[in-house]
């Protein structure tokens, strides 16, 4: 058996690249070789007929990229993709997760879309920041819909403070939503692989809303109740996810609010929070499951 794992060109946290580095070791203690490639857009052209490419044809893809376009190509190519494209795609974008997670049982933050504006110059209305807050109530939260590490996510106390978010963001696509002021700064990550949560952290910031480690928060692991263990394991069959993390907030009485959902959840964090072995267990559902689909 023989598998890639694609990694953006451009990435600079070394965290990525460490994942990546995990997944391989991993792969290769139980005897598959795997191959991390971050040239691969470099590597592939699309053609009427055909794309051709000068990469060896693997077992298996292990996408960590996130770049929609060549997961695309290499799909239609016939390629076995974990993630698979469109789970990816979805997860990316904030606004396509929440789209598919409602009407299916799942509770997220009330949600506004953001209009999109094509040119920098226009103005943004006084009123559609009424709307939002009559929509929302006060603090609102915006989010770029393309964002991670809690760089996109802004909180508005007033309509000032929302109308100047609105006009930095106004020609990025993003969204508004009710502010969860249960547990301020503390979200819950878990680790879902092939549809069962296998690890999971809290994760704690006192100094910020956005409990991202990038911003400052810290992990430690936590007991996962059977209500967030439910909603994390169904999300991840909704979106289509053989591998994510999912983001949750407390609501009243500890009820599991879903805050996003990450197709490429990193795996340092959550091993060293949780001592759980989340790469070993990737590769072994990535085995079986190439292994399973062999045999159909
Ligand atoms: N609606 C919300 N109410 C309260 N806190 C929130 C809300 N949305 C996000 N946060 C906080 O901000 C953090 C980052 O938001 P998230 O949507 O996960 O974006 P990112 O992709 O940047 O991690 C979350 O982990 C959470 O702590
Ligand atoms: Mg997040």
Redesign the pocket.
Known sequence: MKGLIFINPYLVPSESVYQAERLKQEFNKKGVDVEIISDASMRIAVQADSAKTDLPKPDFIVYLDKDKYLSKVFEKGGARLFNSHNAVRICDD?AETYIALAGRGIKF?KTVFGALCYRDDLEIKEEWADKIISHLNLPV?V??SY???????Y?AENKEELLSIMRAVKTKPHLF?????TK????V?VIVIGGVAVASMQ?I?EN?????V??G?RCEKVELSPRFRQVAERCASILGLDYCGV?L?YGDDEEP?V??V?SNAFIGGIESATGVNVAELYAKYVINTIKAEKQE
């Open positions: 904030k933050p939260i989010k770029e964002g991670s590490m809690g760089k996109g996510v909180k939503q009710e502010y969860i002021p301020k700064g503390v979200d990550r994760r910031n910020d809303f956005r409990s991202n990038g911003q928060g983001d907030l609010i805050c996003e990450n």
